[in-house]
Structure formats: structure tokens, C-alpha cells
């Protein structure tokens, strides 16, 4: 398989939690194949940009491979990263809305999410590609901060480091007036939310030709 980009993802394992959300989105990240959706109105509408990317935490977004570099390098610099970081848990995760996005966010102390994300950004870094401008163009928008522009310039991303904040995302952007309705809807189809979360794994994962990213390896964190 050939890849046009690659990503570290948080791929949830609970069997609950992620057939949840690839029957959500309708694509399941972990075997690369469509899901069948739950049949409710206008899901499909309202999931068809987060589809692509299938139900999935961000911890490095994706990137281009840098030239020399390959997937085999790749594979073996992140399973040398899992090897040297701890598993990360939080409080649990809650249902809410994140610049208007429905997503699942964690609770309590953030620290040790924060501490797996930053080193999977900063320490996978040489295999990144520079982003083009027109890529740059597509991430930067008004509400930008200095200090996002500074990080996207750095790091090919305006939230991460400390402007990184952990979600896995539900749906695309909603009208304001739809928001709460969509997410009386999502609590109804999603299964009971452990009041502790785990992050045990990061999930190396690579953009089809088609657009759709699949799971190319799962690494167990063990540092």
C-alpha cells in the first residue's frame, strides 16, 4: 500500500468505545474499511468530514514524509518512541462541543496525554516534510494566535505543544442551533464512558490514495 500521508493517532481499543465510532463516522480507522453507519438523519452529512480520518485522537497530525526518509524508518522510530514513553490516562472522557465540532474530551489531569502528544510531535519530527504554502493556507485562520502562528510554523500545526487539546471528533462544524439536539442524539448510540481513560498505545496511520487513513501499526507504550 502506498501512503500520501502518515499520522500518530490515539485509535481507541475498547471494543465498545471504538465500534461506537466507526459506526458513527462509518469508517473503521482499524481495518481500513467502511463501517455500517447508525441510521439517523442526516449522519451522514454531518460526519463526512471527519469520516475520512475515522474515530481517532490526534497526537501528531498528518504529514508528508520527508524526502530520504521511509515508512520502514518511520515504523522503527516509533516503535523506539513507544518503547520510551509511559501510558497516559486522564480522568475519563465527556461529551461536548469543541469549536463547534461534537467530540469526546478528556477530564481531569491532562499532564500525561500532553506529555505523549508533545514527544510524538516533537521527536517524529525529522520524518515530517516542510508544509507547503498551500497547506499552511488551508491550517491558518483569523483566530490564530501569535503564538499558534509560531507553532505552525514550526511544527507544520498551530495546536500542539501547549496548544494541543486531545478529542476525538464526532461530527464536522454544526450550526450552533443543532448542538445540543446532535448530541442528545450521539449520547443515545454511544456506549457508558469509563470514568478513567487510557491512552496504552499510540497507532501509526497512513492516507490511502483514496483519502482515507487506515492502521498501519499499533505500538504499545511501555516506557
Not at 66 to 77: F, I, R
Not at 199 to 213: K, P, V, W
Request: proline content about 6%.
Amino acid at each position: 500500500m502506498t501512503y500520501t500521508r502518515f499520522a500518530i493517532y490515539d485509535a481507541p481499543i475498547d471494543d465498545a468505545l471504538a465500534g461506537f465510532g466507526a459506526a458513527w463516522l462509518g469508517w473503521d480507522v482499524r481495518t481500513g474499511q467502511a463501517a455500517r453507519q447508525v441510521d439517523v438523519p442526516d449522519l451522514d452529512d454531518i460526519t463526512m468530514t471527519p469520516r475520512k480520518y475515522g474515530f481517532h485522537g490526534t497526537l501528531k497530525p498528518p504529514f508528508r514524509l520527508a524526502d530520504g526518509h521511509t515508512l520502514d524508518a518511520l515504523q522503527a522510530s516509533v516503535a523506539d518512541l513507544a518503547a520510551r514513553c509511559a501510558p497516559a490516562a486522564c480522568g475519563g472522557l465527556q461529551l461536548t462541543t469543541l469549536g463547534g465540532f461534537l467530540a469526546l474530551t478528556p477530564t481531569g489531569d491532562l499532564t500525561a496525554l500532553e506529555r505523549v502528544a508533545s514527544a510524538c510531535v516533537r521527536d517524529l519530527d525529522t520524518f515530517r516534510a516542510p508544509a507547503s504554502d498551500a497547506e499552511l493556507a488551508r491550517r491558518r485562520n483569523p483566530g490564530l494566535s501569535a503564538r499558534q502562528e509560531a507553532l505552525m510554523l514550526e511544527w507544520g500545526y498551530p495546536y500542539v505543544m501547549e496548544e494541543f487539546r486531545f478529542h476525538l471528533t464526532l461530527s464536522g462544524r454544526l450550526p450552533e442551533v443543532d448542538r445540543t439536539a446532535w448530541m442528545n442524539t450521539a449520547r443515545t448510540h454511544m456506549p457508558p464512558l469509563a470514568e478513567c481513560y487510557e491512552l496504552g498505545s499510540i497507532a501509526l496511520c497512513g492516507e490511502r490514495a483514496d483519502g482515507r487513513f487506515e492502521l498501519i501499526q499499533r505500538y504499545t507504550l511501555t516506557g
